[in-house]
């Protein structure tokens, strides 16, 4: 089961971070992701840290504002976002993956319920 948390409304150019605490099963194998999904809009890959080597893997649009970490041994994984946009208004979903760095949503077996993350101008 993942569980996201920290979702919230703010204003343009503010931070604000999510977490995702996972339980029932161990993760520490699986690549983590995080995805959104805009009203109308399909859900898109945010970003992703790998559970070997803390690689991680960013969307073109959230590159240099956005950051993902893991902690294994608490089982959760974090999304810090910096600068929000209006445009990153959205649903924030937390997702697991036995495939290493996984960008397409189709790869991701294990979903949270999704976190509403709303900035406004």
């Known amino acids: 089961q993942l569980v996201e948390s920290g979702g919230g409304l703010v204003q343009v150019g503010a931070s604000l971070s999510l977490s995702c605490v996972v339980s029932?099963?161990?993760?520490?194998?699986?690549?983590m992701g995080w995805f959104r999904q805009a009203p109308g809009k399909e859900r898109e890959f945010v970003a992703a840290i790998s559970w070997k080597d803390d690689y991680t893997e960013y969307a073109e649009v959230v590159e240099g504002r956005f950051t993902i970490s893991r902690d294994n041994a608490k089982n959760t994984v974090s999304l810090r976002m910096s600068s929000l946009k209006p445009e990153d208004t959205a649903v924030y979903y937390c997702?697991?993956?036995?495939?290493?760095?996984?960008?397409?949503?189709?790869?991701?077996?294990?979903w949270g319920q999704g976190a509403q993350v709303t900035v406004t101008s």
């Open positions: 029932g099963r161990t993760f520490s194998s699986y690549t």
């Open positions: 997702a697991a993956t036995p495939w290493e760095m996984e960008t397409s949503r189709t790869q991701y077996e294990f």
